[in-house]
């Protein structure tokens, strides 16, 4: 993971500052990964064995409790997308949903959410399919539904993950 040292072509030992696909084994064997996708789960087992903090918020199973559980969306959201006087947010949020319910092509998917705009209560989806959908706005209410069908994978709701460096003040 970025800050993991490692020996360059040269032989000179430096950080290694990116991700890569290799990455992704430590959880899963990565033929798994390729073949069947991962759960958001198995996302937040990547991030902490890559050196990060990693909390899993899911809906309610259960209809009656969403208003809630979009609040909570709501508010993880706006720290994650907010600067504060020392600096921008340790803490990146990453959306596991339905593309259906949000009328696009595909089932379960990822997404790191980049903004949040208050008047109208949207946020920015930076698409890690860029080549099938660029960024683009979303009501904060429709990815929040878009989390609610079952996971067939796992039986629950989709949700989403609050990241951050391991020590940072987020994580």
Not at 46 to 53: D, H, R, V
Not at 78 to 94: D, L, Y
Request: net charge negative; glycine share 10%.
């Amino acid at each position: 993971y970025p800050g993991r040292p490692w020996r360059g072509s040269s032989g000179e030992q430096t950080v290694w500052r990116w991700f890569s696909e290799d990455l992704l084994d430590c959880c899963l064997p990565l033929e798994h990964v390729r073949q069947q996708g991962t759960t958001l789960d198995q996302v937040r087992c990547l991030a902490l064995c890559n050196g990060a903090s990693s909390e899993l918020k899911r809906p309610p199973a259960s209809p009656g409790d969403g208003a809630a559980a979009a609040a909570r969306l709501r508010e993880d959201v706006i720290r994650a997308c907010t600067s504060t006087g020392e600096g921008p947010s340790e803490e990146f949020v990453i959306a596991s949903y339905d593309r259906r319910v949000l009328k696009q092509t595909g089932a379960g998917h990822f997404s790191p959410v980049a903004a949040y705009e208050p008047e109208t209560d949207s946020v920015l989806l930076f698409d890690v399919a860029r080549f099938k959908y660029p960024p683009h706005w979303v009501p904060l209410t429709a990815l929040h539904d878009a989390m609610l069908p079952l996971d067939p994978a796992t039986g629950r709701p989709r949700g989403w993950l609050v990241v951050a460096r391991a020590g940072s003040p987020g994580g």
